[in-house]
């Protein structure tokens, strides 16, 4: 794998979980939670957004597009155009994110899917289960060039699905038994991913021994 795509991922990885380590009651603890939060991640072109809005639009969760709203409150600090992507700021983000998964968790008792190209940077009591999704190469560069993508970044992010750099990064960031890999070639694994995600809500739920009637 090309080191400039390891830097993308590692180089702006900072101390903020010392920080929200010292907030109370920011709403985003785990115990707390009467619905659970998902982080559906992998590769750009994977299907991270178009799995993450139809499982909101079926279950009534919040959808949070992370890259939308990183572009929305310009949670960046520059660009570099070396790498052809923003320079995050990860403190204005992470913070941002605190406030919207403690609001819709505490105040509109739902559970947040939020989908994100990288997954290290949370902390790690946000989330209850991670979906790794996966794609095929040649479905993957179909959908790539699609996107209008350059060929340096088409190959770039092509490299980093073959090499599994998402699914080696959500499994070194999380408990192994929440992180889970999934395909998602098909419209018809869209469907059995949701609704594999809907079994294992109600699972959470039950096992939370908190009522179902909102969900
Ligand atoms: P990501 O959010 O991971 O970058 P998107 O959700 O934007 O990916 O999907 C990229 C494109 O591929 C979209 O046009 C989407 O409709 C299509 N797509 C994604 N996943 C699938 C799938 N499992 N089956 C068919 N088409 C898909």
């Known amino acids: 794998v090309s080191v400039s795509l390891f830097l993308f991922f590692f180089f702006f990885k900072d101390n ?37 809005s ?7 969760m919040k959808h949070i597009h992370i890259g939308e709203l990183i572009q929305q409150h310009k949670c960046y600090e520059g660009r570099d155009e070396d ?26 008792g739902v ?8 997954c290290e940077l949370f902390p ?6 991670i979906l790794v999704l996966r794609t095929k190469t040649d479905v993957l560069f179909d959908r790539l060039s699609k996107r209008g993508y350059s060929d340096k970044k088409r190959d770039e992010n092509m490299e980093c699905e073959i090499m599994q750099v998402i699914l080696e990064e959500a499994r070194e ?4 038994e929440i ?37």
């Open 54 to 60: 139809l499982l909101a639009e079926r279950t009534g």
């Open 124 to 129: 790690e009591r946000w989330f209850d289960l």
């Open 179 to 215: 992180v889970h890999e999934v395909p998602s070639n098909t419209t018809e694994d869209i469907d059995s991913n949701i609704a594999r995600v809907e079994a294992w809500t109600k699972q959470w739920i039950a096992d939370k021994g908190v009522d179902d009637d909102e969900n």
């Open 83 to 108: 790498l052809d992507s923003f320079i995050l700021d990860e403190d204005k983000l992470l913070d941002l994110m605190e406030t919207m998964l403690g609001e819709a968790n505490l105040e509109d």
């Open 173 to 176: 960031a999380y408990d192994h």
């Open 111 to 118: 559970g947040v899917v939020c989908d994100y190209h990288a």
């Open 16 to 52: 903020h979980q010392v920080t929200l380590e010292t907030m109370s009651g920011d709403g985003t603890d785990a115990s707390k939670r009467r619905r659970p939060n998902i982080l559906i991640t992998g590769t750009p072109g994977v299907g991270k957004t178009a799995t993450a």
